[in-house]
C-alpha cells in the first residue's frame, strides 16, 4: 500500500522560515504529478505548488517567490521550502502524488501557524 507521510509543520513567527516534506513509501519517478495543497477551516482545498512531470513547476500566486517546491527521488521525499511567512500562510498542508487523475493519493495534513 501506498503510503506519504507529511512532516514539519509547527508555529513559526511572521518572516520565519519552514521546511515541510512529504515521505513516499515507494519511488515517487512513478508519479506524473506531485503537489502541496493547503487548506483552511471551510474553505476548500487549494494549491500551493505542484511539480509537472519531473521538472516543471507551477506556484499559486501568492507564494511565488516564497516558496520553493522541491523533490529528492532518492529519499523518496518531496518538500516545499516556505520563507518570508505570513499569518496569512497559515493552514494546514497536505501533499498530493497523483499518476493520473483518478490514481491519486494524498498524505496527512499537517498545521502549519505564522504568529504576527
Known amino acids: 500500500q501506498v503510503e506519504l507521510v507529511v512532516s514539519g509543520g509547527c508555529l513559526v513567527q511572521a518572516g520565519g522560515s519552514l521546511r515541510l516534506s512529504c515521505i513516499a513509501s515507494?519511488?515517487?519517478?512513478?508519479?506524473?504529478?506531485m503537489a502541496w495543497y493547503r487548506q483552511d477551516p471551510g474553505k476548500q482545498r487549494e494549491l500551493v505548488a505542484g511539480f509537472i512531470g519531473n521538472i516543471r513547476r507551477h506556484y499559486a500566486d501568492g507564494v511565488q517567490g516564497r516558496f520553493t517546491i522541491s523533490r529528492d527521488d532518492a529519499k523518496k521525499t518531496m518538500y516545499l521550502q516556505m520563507n518570508d511567512l505570513k499569518p496569512e500562510d497559515t493552514s494546514v498542508y497536505y501533499c498530493?502524488?497523483?499518476?493520473?487523475?483518478?490514481?491519486?493519493?494524498w498524505g496527512q495534513g499537517v498545521q502549519v501557524t505564522v504568529s504576527s
Open positions: 515507494v519511488s515517487i519517478s512513478r508519479f506524473n504529478y
Open positions: 498530493k502524488m497523483s499518476i493520473s487523475a483518478t490514481a491519486e493519493i
